[in-house]
């Protein structure tokens, strides 16, 4: 029954067993957990000789830091801004831990309180965000209101209790008493707007700036209550920064009227 | 990694050029889990061991792992036997897509379960038309998945197996007046019986551990689709030191199961 020449081969493949048992669980979690900031320079030509600044950013400011760090790139000739996208927990952390960085804005006070130790002054706030409802664009479960996710043949999904958008709807949903359960408990906003884009759920929780982001691809339907759960985005300097003169200008501007209305086009609330 | 005993008498010193990047492929491997190991608080621990939501996880886990590598023998099996046995037009290019999934990105199985199974996908659309079924959200999504991620290890270890064992006893079979499937049953199925245990180790190993398929495709929700791995990275948005425990406990079950394994079945090695 145990004919020579198999066993080598068999032990083999015990030795790659033994590899992918141990690594398998901790490299699929690295996988897409993006543990350090992908540096997405949003550089529009970097001068050699010019100084770079680097923002941390909650993910869901994408688009309108982009914009801003252009602007603030057009008033200071020979400085670039880089920015890094994130989860506001996973920057607040590289944050503490001496990332090389000059800038840090999160996506609610929680995560900035994380950060505490790395910032310099007393953190700004700087936009607020507010969860909305979206469904596919063609509304497949003939969605009208809020109500209809208590109907049965409604899939929908919202983000897991861990994640800030996920704390915002558990609350949401005690207050306005939702007795049905949601299919899927995402781990970031980003993922239930693709099951929604996707047509994967008939319906997701996510803020107004991602139903801004996704256009036409999403119907927006208001949630009760959610103008009493608005999450701040608080804005500050961190400690390590080389430029801090430059680094409280960008904060200056993000704060600014001009920058308010970059925000307010995202679709992000004033403070 | 022998350190610098001879392998054999006459052989030498192990040279330093194959020593020291051998030693520090060692550390890259091993310094990682026991500083994991060692950074866990294990004091969380006997609070996750009670709540009901880790509870469902590693149920779960084990669950759908034992189902895939149930289904991975039974569709496998023939499938490996059918590459190593039977000529057909295509075969190596088919051998070749086996092998593609064990170099997907897990996240780019999910979508592509999802476009070939989704709501609207291209098999997932007429499914929810003719008999109103939908795949996502449902713990036999998380099976899929896992089986999708988990079959080529399988199936190559046992082709491997099936190739190795050679045709010779099939051939004495038939002469002998067995049918293939006769033969398929008592001649080459017993003879290729360690290839099938490694490749079902393989296969549950991968399962247990499968994270990004299944988060993709079947989503993450507690008692139907939040197996032990999507739990570890929820609790990593918020707290590192949880995260930690719970990796603690997949790690010993793993370990306990492979042991338990190698008293069983692996003992001659």
Request: one cysteine or more; glycine letters at 8%; proline letters at 7%.
């Amino acid at each position: 029954m145990n004919p020579l020449p198999r066993l080598p081969r068999l032990s083999r493949v015990i030795g790659l067993l033994a590899a992918v048992t141990l690594v398998a669980p901790v490299a699929a979690c690295g996988s897409d957990s993006d543990d350090s900031p992908s540096s997405d320079a949003s550089s529009s030509g970097a001068s050699s000789d010019g100084t770079t600044i680097t923002v941390l950013a909650a993910a869901s400011l994408t688009e309108s830091f982009g914009e801003l760090a252009k602007t603030f790139e057009g008033a200071h000739p020979g400085v670039t801004v880089k920015l890094a996208f994130d989860s506001s927990a996973t920057l607040a952390q590289q944050a503490v831990e001496g990332a090389p960085a000059d800038v840090l804005a999160t996506a609610d006070t929680r995560t900035m309180d994380d950060a505490k130790s790395a910032v310099t002054d007393a953190p700004e706030i700087f936009a607020t965000n507010q969860l909305v409802m979206v469904t596919p664009a063609d509304n497949p479960a003939g969605i009208t209101s809020f109500d209809d996710i208590e109907n049965g043949d409604v899939t929908y999904v919202a983000c897991v209790e861990t994640a800030p958008c996920g704390d915002i709807w558990a609350t949401l949903a005690k207050k306005d008493d939702v007795t049905s359960q949601p299919a899927s408990l995402e781990v970031d906003v980003k993922s239930v707007l693709a099951k929604v884009t996707s047509d994967e759920a008939d319906a997701g929780f996510v803020y107004s700036t991602d139903a801004v982001a996704a256009g036409d691809d999403v119907k927006e339907f208001p949630v009760p209550g959610s103008d009493d759960e608005i999450t701040s985005y608080p804005i500050a300097v961190l400690q390590q920064s080389d430029h801090s003169d430059l680094a409280r200008e960008f904060v200056d501007l993000v704060t600014s009227k001009q920058g308010r209305s970059v925000l307010e086009k995202a679709g992000f609330g004033a403070p | 990694m022998s350190g610098t005993r001879p392998s054999a008498p006459g052989a030498g010193r192990a040279p330093l050029v194959l020593v020291l990047p051998g030693a520090i492929a060692a550390v890259l491997l091993v310094l990682p889990l026991i500083t994991l190991v060692a950074t866990t608080p294990w004091r969380d621990l006997p609070d996750q061991l009670g709540s009901t939501v880790v509870h469902q996880a590693l149920w779960l886990s084990l669950e759908t792992s034992l189902l895939t590598v149930a289904l991975c023998a039974v569709l496998g099996t023939p499938l490996a036997w059918l590459l190593a046995r039977v000529e057909f037009p295509g075969r190596s290019l088919l051998r070749a897509a086996v092998a593609v999934p064990l170099v997907l990105p897990p996240v780019v199985a999910g979508v592509a379960l999802l476009s070939a199974l989704g709501r609207s996908g291209v098999l997932g659309r007429p499914l929810l038309d003719g008999f109103g079924l939908t795949l996502p959200y449902t713990t036999p999504a998380v099976v899929i998945a896992h089986t999708f991620v988990a079959m080529p290890f399988f199936v190559l270890s046992v082709e491997g197996a099936l190739r190795t064992a050679g045709e010779r006893f099939d051939v004495v079979a038939a002469t002998l007046g067995a049918t293939r499937w006769t033969t398929f049953r008592r001649v080459t199925l017993p003879l290729a019986l360690p290839g099938l245990v490694a490749g079902g180790v393989l296969a549950w190993a991968r399962s247990l551990g499968e994270f990004g398929a299944t988060i993709t495709f079947a989503g993450n929700y507690p008692g139907t689709t939040q197996t032990m791995p999507s739990l570890i990275y929820t609790e990593l948005q918020a707290d590192r030191g949880a995260a930690q425990s719970l990796s603690m406990i997949l790690l010993a079950v793993s370990i306990l199961v492979l042991a338990a394994l190698r008293q069983r079945w692996l003992r001659p090695l």
